[in-house]
């Protein structure tokens, strides 16, 4: 049998549309700031694929700058912020490292927004926190990584502009996935990486609303306008614009996604685990559990060793899992190192989510059965 793959929020599979731009790039070169006709092509190539990626986001092509990913696009975004006279952060507890570790190494005060156990942030708090003196930039994900759990940053961005903030989303996890409209949601800054929806890592943008100035950080060519220098990464954002025309063709798809996740979830909720973010609107494709006393790397492996890649719920940069910021922020900080993420992507199919319901199972009876054994020695 081969593997399945459902660890997409990690980073989803490369889209065919993707793969033939990146290798069209490769082989035909060519630096955007040229003059000549190898150059021309490549400032062709570079404009329609800021039309495409601008395109799902609902945005102008204009206010998009290409980045390095998402992280490098959260850090533009706060860095700026921090340049252009905001005086403090206000950061959701459940926000990715991209956020969270840009926002407390920007040298700015930072206070944590709560999240009810949901995973949604506190709307009554925002507006309280938003009435202390000081310019605040305020960073809301519109989808968390681990649970899929969408934030209300429509309703969010009102106080903060009334207020005279700067409204961050990391939209990372969310485009390509949901439908959304730059204009529409509020922010003056979105955050979007392409390697989550089918493009090749190493690339990503950050979009930019007119309330918005970016200071660049780097200082080099004037590339991508002056705000980021550097040669552009022309094959991977000619793969990150066919991904991201492929994800707007084919947003209507999650809805099969979300069928299977939530058979699975059932099937997953009838042997015992808890599910996060149940209750509310969430990414199509993501299902978080914790099983309670079954550890998150065990489930992993026993998952790996049954053909079916996920991922903890928490991310492990290093091959170790960390406790889940999200879940302990959710209030149950006793499910932190139990959690797992299943996350489906635009090729999953209907057997993969059906076998990772199986493996998971067989798994538990094992594990079940152990802890029997140890009961009874004990
Ligand atoms: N934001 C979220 C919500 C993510 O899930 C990730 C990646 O895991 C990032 C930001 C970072 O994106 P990139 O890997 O492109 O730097």
Same mark, same amino acid.
């Given at each position: 049998m081969s593997p399945v793959y459902l660890d997409h929020n990690a980073t989803s599979a490369l889209r065919p549309q993707a793969r033939d731009a990146v290798l069209t790039m490769l082989d035909q070169g060519g630096n955007p $700031? $040229? #003059?000549h006709a190898a150059g021309r092509n490549a400032r062709r190539v570079l404009e329609r694929s800021r039309e495409q990626v601008a395109g799902l986001v609902g945005?102008?092509?204009? $206010?998009l700058t290409f980045t390095s990913g998402g992280t490098e696009a959260s850090a533009l975004a706060i860095q700026s912020a921090a340049a252009t006279g905001v005086e403090r952060i206000l950061v959701g507890a459940t926000e990715h490292d991209a956020v969270w570790e840009n926002a407390q190494a920007s040298g700015l005060p930072v206070a944590t927004l709560a999240v009810d156990?949901?995973? #949604?942030?506190d709307l009554p708090s925002l507006q309280a926190a938003l009435e202390l003196p000081g310019r605040a930039l305020v960073c809301l994900m519109?989808?968390?990584?681990?649970?899929?759990v969408l934030h209300p940053v429509v309703q969010a961005a009102d106080p903060v502009r009334a207020a005279g903030g700067w409204l961050h989303v990391d939209a990372v996890q969310a485009a390509g996935k949901i439908g959304m409209t730059f204009g529409a949601l509020g922010a003056d800054s979105l955050a979007l990486s392409a390697h989550k929806l089918g493009g090749p890592q190493g690339v990503g943008a950050l979009v930019c609303g007119t309330r918005a100035t970016l200071v660049r950080r780097q200082h080099g060519g004037g590339q991508e306008r002056g705000r980021r220098a550097g040669t552009e990464n022309l094959p991977g954002i000619a793969g990150f614009g066919a991904a991201a025309e492929a994800s707007l063709a084919g947003l209507h798809g999650w809805a099969d996604q979300a069928r299977w996740r939530d058979r699975l979830q059932a099937r997953l909720q009838a042997a015992g685990a808890l599910v996060f973010g149940e209750a509310v609107d969430r990414l199509p494709q993501t299902l978080c559990v914790a099983m309670p006393g079954w550890a998150s790397e065990t489930q992993v492996m026993h998952m790996d060793l049954g053909g079916v890649m996920i991922s903890a719920g928490a991310a492990c940069s290093s091959g170790k899992v960390k406790a889940s910021r999200t879940i302990t922020a959710m209030g149950r900080p006793d499910l932190a190192t139990c959690s797992i993420r299943i996350s489906g992507g635009w090729n999953s199919s209907e057997a993969d989510w059906t076998r990772a319901g199986d493996v998971w199972l067989a798994a538990l009876e094992v594990h079940q059965s152990r802890q029997n054994q140890v009961r009874e020695v004990a």
């Open positions: $700031s $040229s #003059i945005a102008v092509a204009g $206010s156990d949901q995973g #949604i942030v519109l989808a968390n990584n681990e649970t899929g």
